[in-house]
């Protein structure tokens, strides 16, 4: 597609059940990264794909956070029972590899309330 | 490992008026500076970036930046502002590749009628 899409992107969940968030990347970006964005924060590093070597989760805060990344295509970030701290704008991008040169795109994020 | 200081959490700046936006990092290796603005409820969009070569940078929407090695820093600036520069700011680094990107925790830009 023409940029990152994020789905949802609002997502109310009782505390205790599990989400799953979604990120199409550009077509053709063979790095993914997700970020977390607490409120009045910055964005905080969660995990990192490229291509089909072994992703990065040194950033994931706990075990209750997986990611899957599915070739260089769709990648979903799974928080298994949430936890009212877990609130926060999860933000995806997508790049080519040297990012730097070829720059970030960044998806509109998810909005998650844990109530 | 690399760090990102806004020492600004909120400028506030009237319409017309110069800004500065104030971004220090810290790295033990050579770094590459970017800018993003992120509107509400959007996305983040890129600004800037220095990479190498002239410590002037350029970007869109009239801004523009300043990196300092000496004093570690790379703040933003814009001679004018506008009301539609209302957005949240955030100063990043990176040390290449698989770095992916460390951001600051942002600034709230104001502008005031």
């Known amino acids: 597609g023409a940029g990152v899409s994020q789905s949802p992107s609002n997502k109310v969940t009782e505390k205790g059940k599990d989400v799953e968030l979604r990120c199409d990347p550009i077509?053709?970006?063979?790095?993914l990264y997700w970020y977390r964005q607490r409120l009045g924060q910055g964005l905080e590093f969660l995990i990192y794909?490229?291509?089909?070597?072994?992703?990065?989760k040194s950033g994931l805060p706990s075990d209750r956070f997986s990611a899957e990344r599915t070739g260089e295509s769709v990648s979903t970030l799974t928080i298994q029972r949430t936890q009212q701290e877990d609130s926060a704008v999860y933000l995806c991008?997508?790049?080519?590899?040297?990012?730097?040169?070829?720059?970030?795109?960044f998806g509109s994020g998810t909005r998650l309330t844990v109530v | 490992a690399q760090s990102v200081t806004q020492l600004d959490s909120q400028v506030p700046v009237f319409e017309e008026a110069p800004v500065e936006l104030r971004c220090n990092y810290s790295?033990?290796?050579?770094?590459?500076l970017f800018w993003y603005v992120q509107y509400p409820n959007q996305g983040l969009q890129l600004l800037l970036k220095?990479?190498?070569?002239?410590?002037l940078v350029k970007g869109i929407n009239g801004f523009e930046a300043e990196f300092n090695k000496s004093q570690t820093s790379f703040h933003l600036r814009k001679p004018s502002v506008h009301i539609s520069d209302t957005a949240e700011y955030f100063c990043?680094?990176?040390?290449?590749?698989?770095?992916?990107?460390?951001f600051g925790k942002g600034t709230h830009l104001i502008i005031q009628p």
């Open positions: 220095y990479l190498s070569g002239s410590t």
């Open positions: 990043a680094v990176s040390g290449g590749g698989a770095d992916g990107l460390t």
């Open positions: 794909f490229q291509g089909n070597s072994a992703p990065d």
């Open positions: 790295s033990s290796v050579s770094v590459y």
């Open positions: 991008a997508s790049s080519l590899l040297l990012p730097e040169i070829y720059g970030y795109t």
């Open positions: 077509s053709g970006h063979t790095a």
